[in-house]
């Protein structure tokens, strides 16, 4: 039996949607329900009620539940103590960051130190909501976050207070869609009347999804759409997008060759797009030489973009 095992039983059982649960585990639903039904074989009990919709946990899965969250705790309270250990010994800094600013901000914003910090990306972080980034951040899990905001106030109820940041820069998401034969939308925002467009969206307790949301609630005549698709990975919109299933928001850093070269097109105006900031937090109060090295730079070095919080 094996830890991941453990922890994608907790993922069904808190979803209750096989689906969703194989996304949040990043595997496909096919090898999802596989390890779940050896899980099964394994315990030699049937632990999931899949008559009812959504499913249930059997009296059986009830109690093997406990016993998952117990294990899993302890060996993820295991595991962060020996990391933390060993990268404090090697100065290491541990940043959770979703996989599109990854990809296409934290390079560009390394280049601008002089010394780079010696930061490690905490590549579990990737398939995090935006609650998994500050309670992580909390339990010592990581040093600091790097994330997206909403500009103004945070739709989303977050606790925060324990926190501190720095503003690093600014992002837009852009609505995208593949073009036409003549290179318009695809599926177009503007002037569509009653039809429903195909959206690609982002995963509804994520903190992009709440922010699109309040930004579409300021438009006028917003069209109707049918969700094909939720992702908490802008990554997993950009492909289906690409496909040619339906039109979605992304950053704009992650699509400005695709947009540069007519691969993807806008699919609305300017008013459609929804600005971001890109926030760096750590913790309050808490010494690690290392990220106070970097803070103190945010914080007087000339030309550092953002403010400090």
Request: net charge negative; charged share 25%; proline share 8%.
């Given at each position: 039996?094996?830890i991941?095992w453990?922890e994608?039983?907790?993922?069904?059982?808190?979803t209750r949607?096989?689906s969703r649960a194989?996304?949040?585990?990043?595997?496909?639903?096919?090898?999802?329900?596989r390890?779940?039904k050896?899980?099964e074989?394994?315990?030699g009990?049937?632990?999931?009620?899949r008559?009812?919709l959504p499913?249930?946990l059997t009296?059986?899965g009830?109690?093997f539940?406990t016993?998952?969250?117990d294990?899993t705790?302890?060996v993820a309270?295991t595991?962060?103590?020996?990391?933390?250990?060993?990268e404090?010994?090697?100065?290491?800094?541990?940043?959770?960051?979703?996989?599109?600013?990854?990809a296409?901000f934290?390079p560009?914003w390394l280049?601008?130190?002089?010394?780079?910090p010696?930061?490690?990306?905490?590549?579990?972080?990737t398939?995090w909501?935006?609650?998994?980034?500050f309670?992580?951040?909390?339990r010592?899990?990581?040093?600091?976050?790097?994330?997206?905001w909403?500009?103004?106030?945070?739709?989303?109820?977050?606790?925060?207070e324990?926190?501190?940041y720095?503003l690093?820069?600014?992002?837009?998401l852009?609505p995208v869609?593949l073009?036409?034969?003549?290179?318009?939308p695809r599926?177009?925002?503007e002037g569509?009347g009653r039809?429903?467009?195909?959206?690609i969206a982002?995963?509804?307790r994520?903190?992009?999804d709440?922010?699109?949301?309040?930004?579409?609630?300021?438009q006028?005549?917003?069209?109707?759409?049918?969700?094909?698709n939720?992702?908490?990975?802008?990554g997993?919109?950009?492909?289906?997008?690409g496909l040619?299933?339906g039109?979605?928001?992304l950053?704009?850093r992650?699509?400005?060759r695709?947009l540069?070269?007519?691969?993807?097109?806008p699919a609305?105006?300017?008013r459609?797009?929804?600005?971001l900031?890109i926030?760096l937090?750590?913790r309050?109060?808490?010494?690690?030489?290392?990220?106070d090295?970097?803070?103190?730079?945010?914080?007087?070095?000339?030309?550092?973009?953002?403010?400090?919080r």
């Amino acid at each position: 039996m094996e830890i991941r095992w453990l922890e994608d039983f907790i993922a069904l059982a808190r979803t209750r949607h096989f689906s969703r649960a194989a996304e949040e585990q990043n595997v496909t639903q096919p090898t999802f329900s596989r390890r779940i039904k050896l899980l099964e074989e394994e315990m030699g009990a049937t632990l999931i009620n899949r008559q009812t919709l959504p499913l249930s946990l059997t009296p059986e899965g009830e109690e093997f539940l406990t016993l998952c969250q117990d294990v899993t705790r302890r060996v993820a309270n295991t595991r962060q103590r020996l990391g933390h250990l060993a990268e404090s010994q090697a100065g290491m800094v541990r940043l959770a960051a979703p996989q599109s600013l990854l990809a296409n901000f934290l390079p560009e914003w390394l280049d601008g130190w002089a010394t780079p910090p010696p930061i490690k990306p905490y590549l579990r972080a990737t398939a995090w909501l935006a609650n998994d980034y500050f309670r992580a951040l909390g339990r010592d899990e990581c040093d600091l976050v790097l994330c997206y905001w909403p500009v103004g106030d945070c739709p989303l109820e977050l606790e925060t207070e324990a926190f501190e940041y720095h503003l690093l820069g600014h992002e837009r998401l852009v609505p995208v869609s593949l073009p036409d034969p003549e290179g318009r939308p695809r599926f177009d925002l503007e002037g569509n009347g009653r039809r429903s467009l195909p959206l690609i969206a982002y995963h509804p307790r994520g903190l992009i999804d709440a922010a699109i949301s309040r930004h579409l609630e300021s438009q006028p005549d917003v069209p109707t759409f049918s969700v094909l698709n939720e992702s908490i990975q802008s990554g997993n919109i950009r492909e289906l997008v690409g496909l040619g299933y339906g039109l979605g928001w992304l950053p704009q850093r992650s699509v400005t060759r695709a947009l540069a070269g007519g691969k993807l097109v806008p699919a609305g105006s300017e008013r459609w797009e929804v600005p971001l900031e890109i926030r760096l937090y750590r913790r309050r109060h808490h010494s690690h030489q290392a990220v106070d090295a970097i803070w103190q730079s945010l914080d007087d070095g000339p030309g550092t973009p953002g403010d400090h919080r």
